[in-house]
């Protein structure tokens, strides 16, 4: 298996345009969570999903930002509209075999 | 609130073994101890959990005090490749729903 794998690797937008980050987690895991990650934060949990369902959102920070999973294989995380407070390194990860297998991060940057 | 305490760094030398400690006196019985580490700008990478035994992988050992306040990772042979931010984390096994707190900043001195 490939990983978790997270497109774009580096996303440079201007406030007020959308953003859309994607991620297909790893085959057979039933849980995926995104994290956003600042050196102000750190690491902190956004949503996760179990079989596609969104279980908590608490973490989302505003009604700007809206996260999907129409299936098994993808799931979307969307900024509308960006501001410059977004800029950080978004993760995907997805759970099985009682581990977390975290995605290589999309560096956002909202001018 | 995170529910485990960690030393803000470390440093370590080379080949010398890295004991990180994690106080969790806070989780309860069922909720396992979690270690990750992050290399630079990478996503966490899983080292190893547990409950109540020391448990050891290919990656390093976990060493979890009797009363389960307090565990320790341990790299028995440290490499510059272990300079990272090292996480433990409690929570249960199968939730997957972790809170990362600010870890360990662990460097490998040559």
């Known amino acids: 298996d490939a990983g978790v794998i997270q497109s774009p690797r580096h996303e440079v937008t201007e406030m007020g345009q959308e953003v859309t980050l994607r991620c297909k987690p790893i085959s057979g895991h039933d849980y995926l969570f995104w994290y956003r990650q600042t050196m102000m934060r750190g690491l902190e949990l956004l949503i996760y999903?179990?079989?596609?369902?969104?279980?908590?959102d608490s973490g989302m920070p505003e009604d700007r930002f809206s996260a999907k999973m129409p299936n098994a294989s993808f799931s979307t995380l969307k900024i509308q509209p960006s501001e410059p407070r977004d800029s950080a390194v978004y993760f995907c990860?997805?759970?099985?075999?009682?581990?977390?297998?975290f995605g290589s991060g999309t560096q956002l940057s909202v001018l | 609130d995170a529910k485990t305490t960690q030393p803000p760094s470390m440093d370590c030398a080379e080949g010398r073994a890295a004991n990180l400690p994690c106080n969790h006196s806070t989780i309860s019985g069922n909720e396992y101890v979690y270690w990750y580490r992050q290399i630079h700008s990478q996503g966490p990478q899983y080292i190893i959990h547990g409950l109540k035994n020391n448990e050891t992988n290919e990656m390093a050992s976990l060493i979890i005090t009797e009363d389960r306040k307090s565990s320790t990772l341990i790299l028995p042979h440290a490499t510059l490749r272990d300079t990272a931010v090292y996480y433990c984390?409690?929570?249960?096994?199968?939730?997957?729903?972790?809170?990362f707190g600010t870890g360990t900043r662990l460097k490998v001195l040559a």
């Open positions: 984390i409690g929570e249960f096994s199968g939730t997957y729903k972790y809170i």
């Open positions: 990860a997805s759970g099985g075999q009682e581990k977390l297998f």
């Open positions: 999903f179990n079989n596609n369902v969104p279980i908590d």
